[in-house]
């Protein structure tokens, strides 16, 4: 066959392009003529809920470092939620202890706060997040695991504000939380964060044997020697 150009291929018989090799570049050339190929199924929905929770390298009795770790957990879902352009309803908190260590002491507790307007603001939902928290946690355990779920999600374009929304300082708050966003992925993960996050983060998962992050992380760029 003699394609040697985009336009040849567009031109060329969808059939025969087929027999000749496969099904994925037939779609490929009905795409060139503007015939969408992508079923409804491919595209994946908004999810409803978004979870981000973590096992602690090490055990944590402290609130402050529960406090660091469930700041670091909903910042990350806030980003996902605004990747995806959607607001959430209800925040939930939870910690536990781990159920290997049999001669601890028990215990695992949560909490699920609703918002009175629905929200991607990092601040916001840290705010609540850190609320549920204070009210879950008692001392004298040892924590193994933390989590952060964000509900009730529905699209941004489409919430509903209350009486007592003030459009001006929403507007702000989102060019706040764009500019952000912005900066940590031209910056690299975690380039701006909340103080409440910490930067000792000694709960987290031990790495060790992580692979460098050689495209996203400017301490981890490979270094060229001659």
Same mark, same amino acid.
């Given at each position: 066959?003699?394609? @040697?150009?985009?336009?040849?291929?567009?031109?060329?018989?969808?059939?025969?392009?087929?027999?000749? &090799?496969?099904?994925?570049? +037939?779609?490929?050339?009905?795409?060139?003529?503007?015939?969408?190929?992508?079923?409804?199924?491919?595209?994946?929905?908004?999810? *409803?809920?978004?979870?981000?929770?973590?096992?602690?390298?090490?055990?944590?009795?402290? !609130?402050?470092?529960?406090?660091?770790?469930?700041?670091? &957990?909903?910042?990350?879902?806030?980003?996902?939620?605004?990747?995806?352009?959607?607001?959430? #309803?209800?925040?939930?908190?939870?910690?536990?202890?781990?159920? &290997?260590?049999?001669?601890?002491?028990?215990?695992? *507790?949560?909490?699920?706060?609703?918002?009175?307007?629905?929200?991607?603001?990092?601040?916001? !939902?840290?705010?609540?997040? /850190?609320?549920? /928290?204070?009210?879950?946690?008692?001392? #004298?355990?040892?924590?193994?695991?933390?989590?952060?779920?964000?509900? +009730?999600?529905?699209?941004?374009?489409?919430? *509903?504000?209350?009486? &007592?929304?003030?459009? #001006?300082?929403?507007?702000?708050?989102?060019?706040?939380?764009?500019?952000?966003?912005?900066?940590?992925?031209?910056?690299?993960?975690?380039?701006?964060?909340?103080?409440?996050?910490?930067?000792?983060?000694?709960?987290?998962?031990? *790495?060790?044997?992580?692979?460098?992050?050689?495209?996203? @992380?400017?301490?981890?760029?490979?270094?060229?020697?001659?």
């Amino acid at each position: 066959m003699q394609i @040697h150009s985009v336009l040849a291929l567009k031109q060329a018989d969808p059939a025969l392009i087929r027999r000749r &090799f496969s099904v994925v570049t +037939e779609r490929t050339v009905m795409e060139l003529r503007g015939v969408s190929c992508l079923a409804l199924e491919e595209i994946a929905p908004a999810k *409803q809920q978004i979870m981000c929770s973590c096992s602690f390298g090490s055990p944590v009795m402290h !609130l402050d470092e529960l406090r660091e770790a469930v700041t670091s &957990f909903a910042t990350r879902a806030a980003e996902k939620l605004r990747r995806q352009s959607s607001v959430a #309803g209800a925040v939930h908190v939870f910690i536990s202890t781990s159920p &290997f260590r049999e001669n601890d002491p028990q215990y695992c *507790q949560g909490m699920t706060i609703p918002l009175p307007n629905a929200t991607n603001n990092t601040l916001k !939902l840290v705010q609540e997040v /850190l609320g549920g /928290l204070r009210l879950i946690y008692r001392p #004298g355990y040892c924590y193994a695991k933390a989590g952060v779920m964000l509900m +009730e999600i529905s699209p941004a374009a489409i919430r *509903q504000g209350t009486l &007592f929304l003030d459009a #001006g300082a929403e507007d702000s708050s989102n060019q706040l939380m764009q500019n952000m966003d912005l900066i940590n992925r031209k910056m690299g993960k975690d380039a701006i964060f909340l103080a409440s996050a910490g930067t000792r983060n000694h709960w987290r998962m031990k *790495q060790g044997n992580k692979s460098p992050c050689y495209t996203t @992380h400017w301490g981890e760029l490979a270094v060229a020697r001659c």
